[in-house]
């Protein structure tokens, strides 16, 4: 799976991503405030969460550095 408004949610700003599937797909949404709600009540839930984006932004910044280097051999 992949994490969608994870930098919104570390940022505090608004969502800005548009997505599109290519397969049926089912998702999970949270309100950021509830979230966070539930990640203050549960430091080690937090600290996980916190891991999960720190992979995802990782995983996004090396791909877009992959495309980008794609693009200019092209």
Do not use: C
């Amino acid at each position: 799976g992949n994490i969608i408004g994870e930098m919104s949610f570390l940022q505090g700003g608004a969502a800005t991503a548009t997505t599109k599937t290519l397969v049926p797909t089912r998702i999970v949404q949270w309100q950021k405030k509830d979230l966070k709600e539930l990640l203050d009540r549960n430091p080690s839930m937090g600290l996980a969460m916190q891991s999960v984006f720190n992979a995802e932004l990782i995983y996004k910044l090396v791909k877009k550095d992959y495309e980008r280097r794609l693009e200019r051999h092209r």
